[in-house]
């Protein structure tokens, strides 16, 4: 019977998947993106069997981890679009100095957030976290390399 649970709910969410990658075409950035967000809820929500109470305490959690790392990529991707020719080996050995210290910042945030995580799921939950997150991930490349967006390819 558990099996055939799962089933259903794997079936649902990779419909809804489904759903998702051929609507994000016409849809507005704002509404692909909160798409987007509803599909990986709804993924992490299944694939980590969820309790409402866990998630509950866990999305609050899970969100602000995922701002502040979103915050610290968009800053490492600055550094990487600067164009070294520009800068004397000063400017660049202090760039560099900065990634080193966001990434120990990134790390030291994951630990914090290993703890968090810990507070409100299972060991067997947060591993299985991560490996919905790179599950996720690659969902979404795959379906934006077979579904581009019409308003990303028309800028190529």
């Known amino acids: ?12 969410l990779v419909g809804c ?16 993106s909160e798409r987007l967000e509803q599909a990986k809820i709804a993924h992490f929500t299944n694939r980590l069997a969820l309790s409402s109470e ?4 866990f999305w609050p959690i899970y969100n ?23 800068l004397s080996d000063q400017q660049i050995t202090q760039q560099l100095q900065a990634m080193m210290k966001m990434r120990e ?6 630990k ?6 810990m507070e409100v799921l299972s060991p067997r939950q947060v591993a299985q976290l991560y ?22 390819m028309s800028h190529r």
């Open 131 to 152: 490996e919905a997150e790179r599950e996720f991930a690659r969902m979404v490349m795959r379906r934006l390399k077979d579904h581009p967006p019409r308003d990303e």
């Open 1 to 12: 019977m558990k099996a055939i649970h799962r089933f259903l709910k794997s079936g649902a």
């Open 105 to 110: 910042a990134e790390v030291q945030m994951e």
């Open 54 to 57: 866990q998630a509950q305490r």
């Open 64 to 86: 602000e981890f995922s701002d502040k790392r979103r915050a610290n990529h968009r800053q490492m991707r600055r550094f990487h679009a600067t164009e070294l020719d520009s």
């Open 112 to 117: 914090e957030y290993l703890a968090k995580f």
């Open 17 to 32: 998947l489904m759903l998702c990658a051929f609507t994000l075409q016409a849809q507005s950035r704002a509404e692909r």
